[in-house]
């Protein structure tokens, strides 16, 4: 397949996508997502953020100052401030972005862990990865052949990302569900939402996970402080690390010598003996 057939398919895909998102069950869920991200966005402030995904910007609500789109195309832009690029090659440097949410894309994308391993390259080590993603035991995942277009590939449960976030040094943080409804109700329940959120069950259409990076604790390492008569060696002062055989063999040394010395101050000589001067 040419690149351009490539990118004529992801936008395809981002337009079947957009379509959803204004139906009533779209927006009910986009509605539903937004409150299950406001508690989050409140702890993170930044200076830059990036929605990777079909649906109106959701991550414009986080105390971010400037927020940005993405559109595999120029003519699917909606804002000003949007890149135009394939998900897998984004046009940023490593860590600058504070806030990165990866928004029902991994569903209808063909290489999803390349999605992923770009969004976690761009995201800052203080920073915060988000993934709003389809739950497989939600009403939708159980039954394949009533999931919405595009996302008609596989679905995957948090569990399943967490391997794919420990590959590029990543962990969960949190786990929340919400979109919650009936099964045969294509609208979402405001009761049944308020319980599940409550009680955060997986049985929900849609799950937001909150991924931070790993931090590798430091431990220091302790020098051992030979004492050489009594002065400090190069190992105590940073500048070498001797052994421990030739350190205790010039602690032995330095106390015989120590001793020896001690023993030749008390031995004293004896005096002289003057013998008497014979009268001529």
Not at 111 to 124: G, I, L, S
Not at 217 to 242: E, F
């Amino acid at each position: 397949m040419s690149i351009s057939q490539l990118d004529s398919s992801l936008a395809s895909i981002v337009q079947q996508g957009r379509l959803f998102w204004a139906s009533s069950p779209g927006q009910a869920l986009w509605r539903a997502e937004r409150a299950c991200l406001g508690p989050h966005c409140e702890q993170h402030r930044g200076i830059v953020s990036l929605q990777l995904g079909m649906a109106p910007l959701i991550s414009d609500m986080c105390p971010v100052r400037h927020t940005l789109d993405w559109a595999p195309r120029s003519d699917l832009v909606r804002q000003p401030n949007t890149l135009v690029c394939k998900p897998t090659h984004l046009p940023l440097a490593d860590e600058s972005v504070d806030l990165t949410l990866v928004h029902h894309l991994l569903e209808a994308v063909d290489n999803p862990h390349h999605v992923m391993q770009e969004a976690a390259r761009v995201t800052r080590s203080d920073g915060r990865l988000l993934v709003f993603g389809w739950s497989p035991l939600g009403p939708a995942g159980v039954l394949p052949s009533r999931r919405p277009v595009p996302w008609q590939r596989q679905w995957r449960a948090p569990r399943r990302l967490s391997d794919w976030l420990a590959f590029v040094d990543f962990e969960i943080e949190r786990v929340d569900y919400c979109g919650f409804r009936l099964p045969w109700r294509s609208i979402h329940n405001a009761r049944l939402e308020t319980l599940g959120r409550r009680y955060n069950v997986p049985w929900a259409t849609a799950y937001l996970l909150v991924a931070r990076r790993r931090s590798v604790p430091v431990q220091p390492i302790r020098l051992r402080r030979p004492a050489v008569a009594g002065v400090k060696s190069g190992a105590w002062l940073g500048l070498a690390r001797g052994r421990p055989e030739e350190d205790r063999r010039l602690e032995v040394g330095s106390a015989h010598a120590a001793r020896t010395g001690e023993a030749r101050r008390e031995v004293k000589a004896p005096p002289k003996r003057r013998e008497p001067v014979s009268p001529i």
